[in-house]
């Protein structure tokens, strides 16, 4: 390796004793800045070469990160889907304290980024409650209430997508306002909102990536954990794009396919 540039630029290196040639100090920061980390990488000529073996060793252990990615993805879409009914049926609702609260949550969720709420939960919450939070508990709430937010404006929209004069006509049928929403206004929404769902599964998935900054091993922590131990960043890194990519295609194919399923349905 060799410093590009004239080392006598960089008064900040000290050369010690011994090192009579300028060459002799290039060679020794090079090899300390580099092993220390406070050599700037653009300041060293390398040599990269892609391994391919690398990715294959280490495609187990993606693949062991990227199952739990789908665990914390589906567990936080599903409480994700009952916080967002919730609180879409709260904006919907006539009781005014009732549709502030859901609109306060909605809208405060909504305006901050997702990796605040989880040092919030992380971070912050323990110092209230004077108990450590557990990273998987902590990465499952923050992603639910997360996405609960979202959905609860995807499924606002389709029950609003509703003609009000279904609602209207399970009230004339001596129905109740929560029988009517039930059994005639939310199976027709829902089979409009599984294009929008589909796309907030596949947006949590990847925004999942952020659970890494707080310890927890899911596909992206994984990915950093063996960088740390091979220095592959380039081999690594592109495995873990890979990994994500077949993922959200995966999930985009099922999605279109429960789409057509449902459509198919309709016509008959």
């Known amino acids: ?60 252990l993606l693949l062991q990160g990227a199952l739990v990615t789908l665990e914390i993805t589906a567990m936080a879409v599903g409480l994700g889907l009952v916080f967002g009914l919730i609180a879409a049926l709260a904006q919907l609702s006539k ?20 990796l605040v709420q989880i040092f919030i939960i992380y971070f912050a919450l323990p110092a209230i409650i004077g108990q450590r939070i557990d990273p998987f508990v902590a990465a ?21 997508s509703i003609e009000i004069g279904q609602m209207r006509a399970g009230l004339s049928l001596g129905m109740t306002w929560g029988q009517t929403m039930r059994y005639i206004i939310l199976p ?36 950093q954990l063996i960088i740390a131990e091979t220095y592959g960043s380039l081999e690594i890194w592109t495995a873990v794009a890979i990994v994500y990519l077949v993922m959200t295609l995966t999930i985009t194919q099922l999605v279109s396919r429960l789409e057509k399923r449902f459509k198919a349905s309709d016509a008959r």
């Open 188 to 223: 027709q929404a829902f089979k409009r909102i599984i294009p929008p769902l589909g796309n907030e599964f596949i947006a949590m998935l990847k925004d999942s990536s952020l659970v890494s900054v707080i310890g927890f091993e899911e596909l992206t922590r994984t990915g």
């Open 95 to 114: 009781f005014g304290p009732l549709r502030w609260i859901a609109k306060i949550y909605v809208d405060f969720i909504r305006g901050t980024p997702l």
């Open 1 to 60: 390796m060799k410093i590009a540039g004239n080392l006598s630029r960089f008064n900040a290196f000290a050369v010690p004793l011994g090192y009579n040639s300028q060459q002799n100090a290039t060679d020794l920061v090079s090899d300390a800045g580099v092993i220390a980390g406070v050599c700037p990488p653009f300041l060293v000529e390398t040599t990269m070469e892609f391994d391919f073996s690398l990715i294959t060793n280490s495609l187990p």
């Open 140 to 160: 499952v709430a923050a992603c639910s209430i997360n996405s609960g937010a979202y959905v609860a404006e995807i499924f606002r929209a389709g029950i609003q």
